[in-house]
């Protein structure tokens, strides 16, 4: 029998790293830290920074009631840009694929190192795994290239007045959120190929012959197999005629 288990050691590095990289698509959907607004009038945003994400737009203020002050940014919003919508569908879907594929990946591994019988199954559970870590780190990405791009580009954005925001700010900058999202991508996509490009799977599975499972303590035996006998099982002559004389 070929062990799975041994030709599985880069699967289970990319199980690792399917996990890190759904923790930080998490951190990137949490972040608020997706573009750094300079504004240049600081009467309101006395920090003269402001941080617009895909959910709130927040910035600290000495002259408002509340020292950090958030608004919160809506699917249904009609002021906000096309990609900020896009990222906030995307980047649900980016940690619900990429929490099964976990699950997927990890009941691949548990198969290729403890299971010993019906190995067939492993082939569409590596795909699975493969395709969702693939999908994640997809839908993770496109949002981060979008809103990278508006970005590099200085777009602005119509804020209503209740969120204290100009049109548009003085410069841009990539806010952490990118960063974090870009590297949770590329280990989301490292993660997929890893599993989709496991061809020892299917070259054992493809080589491997049915094999006959019956117990042979429960073989069909017969009185007429019972009751054959062999030339090594008759007597010796030898010891009958001793037996006689004496």
């Not at 990137?28 to 959910?55: C, M």
């Not at 910035?59 to 906030?88: G, M, W």
């Not at 117990?215 to 010796?236: F, I, K, M, V």
Request: aromatic share 10%; proline share 5%.
């Amino acid at each position: 029998m070929k062990y799975i288990a041994h030709t599985a050691h880069l699967q289970f590095f990319g199980l690792i790293a399917g996990i890190l990289a759904w923790i930080l698509i998490m951190a990137t959907a949490g972040l608020n830290e997706w573009r750094l607004w300079h504004v240049a009038n600081e009467s309101v945003i006395t920090s003269g920074v402001a941080w617009v994400g895909i959910w709130r737009a927040c910035f600290y203020s000495h002259v408002l009631p509340k020292l950090e002050n958030c608004q919160s940014i809506s699917i249904s919003d009609t002021f906000v840009p096309i990609e900020i919508p896009v990222a906030q569908v995307l980047i649900m879907l980016a940690m619900i694929c990429g929490l099964v594929g976990n699950i997927s990946a990890a009941v691949s591994m548990r198969m290729a190192y403890f299971s010993v019988e019906d190995r067939r199954n492993l082939r569409p559970i590596f795909v699975v795994a493969g395709t969702l870590y693939m999908m994640a780190g997809t839908f993770c990405l496109v949002p981060v290239v979008l809103n990278m791009n508006s970005v590099l580009n200085n777009n602005t954005i119509n804020f209503p007045p209740e969120f204290h925001l100009p049109e548009a700010p003085v410069r841009q900058q990539l806010g952490s959120a990118i960063a974090v999202g870009m590297v949770a991508s590329i280990l989301m996509l490292i993660s997929g190929l890893l599993f989709l490009c496991y061809r020892h799977v299917w070259q054992t599975l493809s080589s491997e012959a049915p094999k006959d499972t019956r117990d042979p303590l429960h073989g069909p035996w017969t009185e007429t197999t019972l009751g054959q006998t062999s030339d090594h099982g008759r007597d010796n002559p030898a010891f009958h005629s001793e037996e006689v004389a004496s």
